[in-house]
């Protein structure tokens, strides 16, 4: 996949959830993992420019709260041309690094450092494993309080 080699030597065992991950539950019920353990990319724009959102699968993006994370004014959801443009992937299956463009990422403060975190694999039905750690250093992401509860 592409978007492992754009990062290597990240070498994950890439689970295939036939099922597919739509929704973060239905990714965690594929997984076995609880829905707050799923990290949503978020690709918006804030003041008109691509960025993506880490989340976790049981929080809400709080776009005002993101805006504030890029000195920005307004946050909104970018049209999926823009979210295959900026990244390369279509929505929904979205990872959080290897992207097609230097995309900005910033990510929730509230993602569990403690547990197996499942990211998205660049399809809407493959996600793989990684840490809070890796994740940041990975995806270049500083924390920021993004989320509410959904």
Not at 9 to 22: C, D, H, W, Y
Not at 28 to 40: D, F, L, N, S
Not at 97 to 117: I, K, M
């Amino acid at each position: 996949m592409r978007w492992l080699a754009a990062v290597a030597p990240f070498a994950p065992e890439v689970v295939l959830v036939p099922e597919g991950t739509k929704t973060a539950a239905d990714a965690a019920a594929g997984v076995g993992c609880e829905v707050r353990h799923i990290v949503k990319s978020l690709v918006f724009e804030v003041d008109g420019e691509p960025v993506v959102a880490l989340v976790p699968g049981d929080r809400r993006l709080d776009t005002g709260a993101l805006a504030t994370a890029f000195d920005g004014r307004e946050a909104t959801r970018a049209p999926l041309e823009t979210v295959r443009a900026a990244t390369g992937f279509a929505a929904g299956g979205t990872p959080p690094f290897g992207h097609a463009t230097e995309v900005p990422v910033v990510a929730d403060q509230d993602l569990d450092g403690s547990a197996t975190l499942w990211i998205a694999a660049g399809t809407p039905n493959t996600v793989a494993p990684i840490s809070r750690d890796e994740l940041l250093a990975r995806s270049g992401a500083s924390l920021h309080p993004l989320s509410t509860s959904e």
